[in-house]
């Protein structure tokens, strides 16, 4: 099951044991959300949370969710699935995976429990392991959506800097991209942790974008219309995109299979980016009509 085309500019976690925050989520810009079941939830309120999210995953519109479940190696990872299988989300993430086995052991789980056909499976990227496996993860299952990178384990496991440019994590970074585009999956970059630092998260977000990530997981609301500006398509590259579809198109007509446009060669495999960028605004554009 390829992960379905939608735009995932910006996927905003929200801590699973705070109603008062799913509640303002609906209002709120991110092109997807994450209801967050682990790290944001303290162990005495993992229950509640549990509850909490099934309560409102089917409650965003039009809306990507996923539920980032506990790991099955906590007391709570078997029943959180279980319970997310049928809370009406698109997708369940799984925190720390690391083989192919984990994840058929999670889709077990999810099919013993009603999820429907089309729910999908993701993975968070954020150990060395995982890194080095992420291409048998990427095939693990026809219900892989995709990956979300998490550089904060990641770099703890690592030993290493965050730095501005991110150096330590490019391998780790073109790696998993390969996969997910390999395997047809979206992946989404790791979050950005100083919130006062608009310019340093502006650049992570325009790194993300060239480095191939479809957008950027978030910990804030005040960062979504950053990481929606960066990794949606401009009306620049709006224009250029539909200027040279019609361009080629005309080629083809007279028979050609390039043309130059504005002393550029174009050939069909700029044709194709071009047809995504434009797809991408229009899904956009759907998207937050739905949301008005």
Same mark, same amino acid.
């Given at each position: 099951m390829p992960t379905q085309s939608r735009p995932r500019r910006s996927m905003l976690y929200m801590p699973g044991s705070n109603t008062r925050a799913l509640e303002k989520a609906r209002g709120l810009a991110a092109d997807a959300l994450i209801l967050d079941l682990e790290d944001a939830v303290a162990p005495d309120t993992k229950v509640e949370a549990r509850a909490n999210v099934c309560a409102?995953?089917?409650?965003?519109?039009?809306?990507?969710? !996923?539920?980032?479940?506990? &790991?099955?190696?906590?007391?709570?990872?078997? $029943?959180?699935?279980? +319970? /997310? #299988?049928?809370?009406?989300?698109?997708?369940?993430?799984?925190?720390?995976?690391?083989?192919?086995?984990?994840?058929r052991q999670v889709e077990a789980i999810m099919n013993a429990s009603g999820a429907p056909a089309d729910m999908a499976v993701w993975c968070m990227i954020e150990t060395p392991l995982g890194v080095l496996h992420v291409e048998e993860i990427a095939r693990a299952t026809p219900?892989?959506?995709?990956?979300?990178?998490?550089?904060?384990?990641?770099?703890?496991?690592?030993?290493?800097?965050?730095?501005?440019?991110?150096?330590?994590?490019?391998?780790?970074?073109?790696?998993?991209?390969?996969?997910?585009?390999?395997?047809? !999956?979206?992946?989404?970059? &790791?979050?950005?942790?100083?919130?006062?630092? $608009?310019?340093?998260? +502006? /650049? #992570?977000?325009?790194?993300?974008?060239?480095?191939?990530?479809?957008?950027?997981?978030?910990?804030?609301?005040?960062?979504?219309?950053?990481?929606?500006?960066?990794?949606?398509?401009?009306?620049?590259?709006?224009?250029?995109?539909?200027?040279?579809?019609?361009?080629?198109?005309?080629?083809?007509?007279?028979?050609?299979?390039?043309?130059v446009v504005d002393g550029k060669l174009i050939e069909n495999l700029h044709v194709v980016t071009a047809r995504q960028t434009v797809a991408l605004a229009g899904q956009i554009a759907a998207l937050e009509a739905a949301a008005a």
């Open positions: 409102f995953a089917a409650t965003y519109g039009q809306r990507e969710v !996923l539920i980032r479940v506990n &790991g099955l190696g906590t007391p709570w990872g078997h $029943d959180d699935i279980a +319970a /997310a #299988a049928r809370s009406g989300a698109h997708g369940i993430l799984i925190p720390k995976v690391e083989s192919a086995d984990m994840v219900r892989l959506g995709g990956f979300v990178m998490g550089t904060s384990d990641l770099a703890k496991d690592m030993r290493c800097l965050h730095t501005t440019l991110r150096l330590p994590f490019i391998a780790a970074f073109n790696l998993c991209v390969m996969a997910a585009r390999a395997y047809g !999956l979206a992946i989404l970059d &790791g979050v950005y942790l100083d919130l006062s630092d $608009d310019e340093g998260f +502006a /650049a #992570a977000c325009q790194q993300g974008r060239e480095l191939g990530f479809d957008g950027k997981t978030l910990i804030h609301p005040k960062t979504i219309g950053a990481a929606n500006a960066a990794f949606g398509p401009t009306e620049k590259e709006l224009d250029w995109a539909r200027t040279i579809i019609a361009a080629h198109a005309a080629a083809e007509a007279e028979g050609k299979g390039v043309v």
